[in-house]
């Protein structure tokens, strides 16, 4: 772990086959830790949970935050960060070529969404989006214009909830079935391309991707309960056994797989512990055993 002082700036995913990589920040220092599976982890909360700004920028009036929230910014920020959001829709002239894609987390879990040509597939990892296909590029309005009609006449959703994401990891069907059930969405989406499809949309064949080796989750054991927030004091400790989007999945001493969203790291101040101390912060149970609001 990373010395006194440091404060995580999430999980990303640079590379296409490589692992992913924790952001740190201290003061005007940056450093980034590569995550391998199978290897131990363990920290520890101090102190309060601060806002982490918006674009770059700090938060002006320093404001604590609460501990369950993934976005880690007081309302002002949270404002100011969603203003310059392609997703929240509020960027209409965005000059460069954007791509259409489909995504699929779990068995009936396939959702359609877009994202700069230029990220690549970097957003797909970042959703930990199991497999995906591009399904067509073009600028941003005639992307979104797409997303729209396959949200209306085929009822794809654009969001699907991490928790539902979570819940299914430990037992994904097959790459095949994977594979079947994007191709499946494709065949359906391509077929509406003489019904509202922009003419400035080009198709982009079919090709899955499948991430299921990238994320760790060939052979993963089933996930047992998620943190829902940190504690000042609380530790966090484990074997990495998979990463999926924003998720650490840690194998603990007498819990079980323990997810532990990243988003949730952000704002603290943390300190390394003993990776064999397993969790003492608030968790849910998976498994339908409900909340355990306390320490344990």
């Known amino acids: 772990m990373v010395a006194m002082g440091w404060q995580c700036t999430g999980l990303r995913w640079p590379d296409v086959q490589g692992p992913p990589v924790l952001g740190w920040l201290r003061g005007g220092d940056v450093r980034v830790s590569a995550l391998g599976y199978g290897a131990e982890f363990g920290f520890r909360a101090e102190g309060e949970r601060g806002c982490i700004g918006a674009r770059g920028n700090v938060c002006p009036v320093r404001a604590v935050v609460s501990g369950r929230s993934t ?3 007081c ?28 995504a699929w987390f779990g068995p009936g879990m396939v959702k359609v969404g877009i994202t700069a040509e230029q990220r690549e597939a970097a957003r797909l990892r970042e959703q930990g989006a199991v497999v995906f296909s591009w399904l067509g ?3 941003l309005m005639a992307c979104r214009r797409t997303e729209e009609l396959l949200r209306s006449a085929l009822g794809v959703p654009d969001r699907i909830p991490y928790a539902r994401k979570r819940a299914v990891r430990g037992a994904l ?41 990238v994320f760790g989750l060939d052979g993963a ?22 990463a999926a989007g924003p998720d650490l999945h840690l194998a603990t001493p007498t819990d079980g797989v323990v997810v532990l969203d990243t988003r949730l790291m952000t704002g603290w101040e943390l300190v390394a512990a003993d990776p064999r101390a397993g969790v003492g912060v608030p968790v849910v149970d998976l498994g339908g055993g409900g909340v355990q609001d306390g320490l344990f």
């Open 71 to 73: 976005g880690a910014r």
């Open 75 to 102: 309302p002002e920020c949270a404002r100011l960060d969603r203003a310059h959001s392609v997703a929240a829709d509020t960027i209409a002239d965005d000059p460069r070529t954007y791509r259409v894609y489909l």
């Open 137 to 139: 590029r073009g600028p």
């Open 173 to 213: 069907p097959g790459a095949a079935e994977r594979r079947a059930e994007v191709a499946e969405l494709y065949g359906r989406a391509v077929a509406l391309e003489g019904a509202g499809w922009p003419r400035s949309l080009e198709r982009l064949p079919f090709g899955s991707v499948d991430h299921a080796g």
């Open 221 to 242: 054991v089933e996930v047992a309960r998620a943190v829902t927030e940190l504690v000042a004091g609380g530790v966090v400790a484990g074997r990495l056994v998979a």
